[in-house]
């Protein structure tokens, strides 16, 4: 179990080092958190719950209108941008950034973090 | 008797452990098992005990500090409880404490120490910080031997001992010694990765005083806060407007909902401490129209509260539809009659009736915006969830 656990906040750890990234949790599909990085854990868990519930949201929309599962959900604030990505079909990843950042790097490196945290949880 | 201080391990032990009995909590490397021992250190100290600490691990002095993180003043216990010093000596540097192990790798010694204690102490309870470092030092066998004759000094004079042990790779004799006859009790802490539950547990593997309960339990280790029991979650369900969104802000320490117009759109999610418990809540909406989002947030769940709304027996059916969407059928739950204040509200019997539910289904009367019922239904799907005894 510790071997899961330390392998999902090297994940998480690398993800948070990219430039602009102020937060990132891993989270099941069904809103439970599994790690987090965050400056208050008080609302990590909501903040979970939340986000799952977006990206299954976004999701369910596009596919009843056959668009097709989306990458990822972006959110876009004066304060900062939020961006939820699915892991595979147990878990997804969520970063907050900065809104001075462009978002490309973050983008590629949620892309590639997703795929390792897939790997992790099948 | 004195209490373990750990939430329903005293209820499963029949009240705590009881004079002259020994307890190990018996760790797998890598959880967070040591907390154990300091609870029920604290535990005892709280009900006017008289308390001992074997510190083999760490100085007693930083001891003191963990135990102030978990935010337990032990100052206030001060006379009551004594440090045994088997570490500082180690490391070469000075004592302050009464009693000093000089040289803890040499069991003879360590061993005299404690039969001294057990002998001129009042009936104290008796914990070993870390059993798995003295045999790391004094070696396997020999430390079983002293255990055995510590552990039967402890019955003749009335003590409690609880031992914190760590599974490091011993000899299977020893691990099997330690599972088995050395203890009057085991407590077996370990964890699971159970799909995405990454979590800590505790389980009763042995005790001679009750009756066989195999059942484990989920925990975190909070701090402040301590060994709290965790549910991850539970599922708040129900037709629309029946008040589900008030329930799970009635029963939560803290909650956020996302209501637009008066409904919850995407779900309630709440957090409550309660008794020991630390459970997370999830509401989903009632409107049919979000059944997608229902189903999807609904996985996992280890119990569900039903909410409907005792006024209007029309939506009963929606009801047991919504516990077929949650996949809820198989799960303990509870149905929250509320609205139980309203002119024309059902009594939980007349609901059962309408309802054709069976007689060990729960219903517990409600008015969640007065916070009426709510703890109760709380401690009855606890209960179920638990195996409540």
């Known amino acids: 179990m510790p071997d899961t656990i330390d392998m999902i906040d090297k994940i998480l750890t690398d993800m948070k080092n990219v430039g602009g990234v102020e937060a990132c949790a891993a989270v099941s599909r ?17 903040f979970a719950a939340m986000s799952a519930t977006m990206l299954g949201a976004a999701e369910t929309a596009t596919v009843e209108l056959g668009k097709g599962i989306p990458h990822r959900v972006i959110v876009e604030s004066g304060q900062g941008r939020l961006v939820a990505v699915g892991a595979g079909p147990r878990a997804l990843l969520v970063v907050t950034v ?25 | ?129 870390s059993l798995s470092t003295i045999m790391d030092l004094c070696g396997e066998r020999k430390v079983i031997e002293a255990v055995r004759i510590w552990n039967k000094m402890a019955m003749l004079y009335d003590h409690v001992m609880v031992y914190n042990f760590t ?44 009756k066989e309960i195999k059942r484990s339990m989920l925990f ?36 956020i909902s996302v209501d637009r117009l008066g409904t919850t759109i995407a779900l309630d999610h709440g957090h409550v401490d309660y008794k020991g418990f630390s459970a997370d809540i999830f509401g989903t909406p009632g409107q049919e129209r979000f059944d997608p989002i229902i189903r999807l947030l609904s996985g996992e769940s280890m119990g569900v509260f039903l ?22 059928y198989g799960l303990p739950y ?28 729960p219903i517990i009367p409600a008015v969640a915006k007065d916070k009426i019922g709510v703890y109760e239904a709380f401690e009855v799907l606890i209960d179920s969830v638990t195996g409540g005894i």
Not at chain 2, 64 to 79: L, V
């Open chain 2, 220 to 255: 975190r280790v909070l701090r402040p806060g301590g060994i709290k029991l965790y549910i991850p979650k539970i599922l708040v369900t129900g037709p629309f407007d029946s008040g589900k969104s008030t329930f799970v802000h009635a029963l939560s320490t803290r909650a």
């Open chain 2, 307 to 328: 909410v409907i709304d005792s006024t209007n027996p029309s939506d009963f059916t929606r009801a047991k539809q919504m516990l077929k969407i949650t996949m809820s």
């Open chain 1, 98 to 122: 900065d809104s001075d950042t462009g978002l490309g790097l973050v983008l590629i490196e949620l892309e590639k973090a997703a795929k390792k945290l897939k790997e992790l949880l099948i």
């Open chain 2, 1 to 129: 008797m004195i209490k373990t201080g750990i939430p329903k391990l005293d209820e499963f032990l029949d009240g705590g452990i009881p004079k002259g009995k020994s307890l190990v909590y018996y760790m797998q490397p890598g959880v967070e098992g040591e907390v154990f021992g300091m609870q029920t250190i604290y535990s005892a100290l709280k009900d006017g005990g008289n308390c001992v600490l074997v510190a083999s691990s760490t100085i007693p002095d930083i001891t003191r500090g963990q135990f102030k993180e978990f935010g337990w003043d032990i100052n206030q216990f001060n006379n009551k409880f004594i440090s045994v010093d088997a570490y500082n000596p180690l490391i070469g540097a000075p004592s302050k404490e009464k009693y000093i192990v000089s040289n803890p790798d040499n069991i003879e010694e360590f061993s005299r120490i404690i039969v001294d204690i057990i002998k001129q102490l009042p009936p104290s309870t008796i914990v070993f910080g």
């Open chain 2, 167 to 210: 599974a490091w790779p011993y000899s299977q004799e020893t691990l099997d010694l330690m599972k088995g006859e050395l203890f009057n009790a085991v407590i077996s802490i370990g964890g699971i990765v159970e799909r995405v539950i990454f979590g800590q547990y505790f389980e009763i593997l042995k005790s001679d005083w009750t």
């Open chain 2, 334 to 361: 509870v149905i929250i009659a509320n609205k139980q204040d309203l002119d024309g509200a059902l009594t939980p019997e007349e609901v059962r009736e309408q309802f054709d539910l069976p007689e060990d289904v």
């Open chain 1, 30 to 46: 069904d809103g439970l958190l599994i790690r987090a990085i965050v400056q208050n854990w008080q609302f990590a868990e909501s």
